[in-house]
């Protein structure tokens, strides 16, 4: 087989860890047993992908496999002598630190090599078993879904879907685990998938803790006689009474319409702060009524 590990996974020798990790999860997408079953063709591209991934990510194996592959033989002067190369068993591995991994994934079977490294056979695959890594994903919520939680269903680019249990009261930047999600493993358990939480903003409402703050305009008259509004919540709009003579700015409460902790139970409140608007036109009778109380001993600035 004319592959080196960078071959396998069809990399450049200089590619990135993001890049190496993208082109590994592709390969295993492509053949994966799950997907092949009773396919070894399919099984040995994919543990040949396993083991290349497993090395390439690592800087210090990676390192001392592009050395070898340049020819320089194994740190100090093992096996081969750096001209005269023996097979690649489980020993020389060894002594390149990468012998665990080489029985992992071919339980001691042979890995044959011509001039630097290129040239590889492969012999019996082993029964070690081989977790899968984990994957990092964002999961973006809106305001509401994250204030109150439940389930929201994901769909990735591979067309895989699932539906997450979101933890009511879950801010940005908490991260929600699904175990056996991630990448497949080798003859073991697949690695979990480790969603970031990112909260959109929202229009009308606000976070101070477990408290939510909707700001509600109100006018001139009903902020001087009273009355009642209809005020957005999380769970649908409630009528709210304006106590006469209120200022802008003022908050009101409504009590247990905030958000539930996830840890405690406890859940806060829905603060409604007050802010008095006027039209942009300004019709006669405001104008008549603010010359009727221009002159009130009345200094809100005292």
Do not use: C, W
């Not at 081989?130 to 439940?150: N, P, V, W």
């Not at 769909?155 to 539906?163: A, K, Y």
Request: glycine fraction near 16%; charged fraction near 25%; aromatic fraction near 6%.
């Amino acid at each position: 087989m004319e592959k080196d590990l960078y071959e396998i996974l069809g990399v450049k020798k200089g590619a990135s860890e993001s890049e190496l990790q993208k082109a590994f999860r592709t390969l295993a997408k492509k053949y994966h047993p799950d997907v092949n079953p009773g396919n070894q063709e399919a099984e040995k591209k994919f543990k040949e992908a396993s083991l290349a991934y497993e090395v390439l990510k690592d800087s210090k194996k990676r390192a001392q496999y592009d050395h070898m592959q340049m020819g320089g033989g194994f740190p100090g002067g093992g096996h081969g002598g750096g001209s005269r190369r023996a097979p690649f068993g489980p020993e020389v591995f060894t002594d390149l630190g990468l012998g665990d991994l080489f029985s992992e994934i071919f339980g001691g079977g042979q890995f044959a090599q011509g001039p630097g490294f290129g040239r590889q056979s492969y012999g019996g695959f082993g029964q070690r078993a081989m977790r899968g890594a984990d994957r990092i994903s964002t999961l973006k919520l809106s305001f509401k879904e994250a204030a109150l939680g439940g389930e929201k269903k994901i769909e990735f680019v591979d067309g895989r879907r699932l539906t997450v249990k979101v933890p009511p009261g879950v801010e940005s930047g908490a991260k929600i685990k699904l175990s056996g999600q991630g990448d497949p493993g080798v003859g073991g358990p697949a690695g979990d998938l480790v969603l970031e939480v990112e909260v959109e903003s929202d229009r009308t409402f606000e976070r101070e803790g477990l408290n939510v703050v909707v700001k509600v305009p109100i006018t001139f008259s009903e902020a001087v006689l009273g009355g009642e509004v209809s005020v957005p919540t999380l769970t649908g709009s409630v009528s709210l009474k304006i106590p006469s003579g209120v200022s802008s700015g003022t908050r009101l409460k409504l009590s247990g319409k905030g958000i539930v902790s996830s840890k405690s139970g406890r859940q806060g409140d829905q603060l409604v702060e007050l802010l008095i608007k006027l039209p942009k036109t300004i019709p006669a009778e405001y104008r008549a009524a603010a010359e009727t109380l221009k002159d009130l001993a009345f200094n809100p600035r005292e």
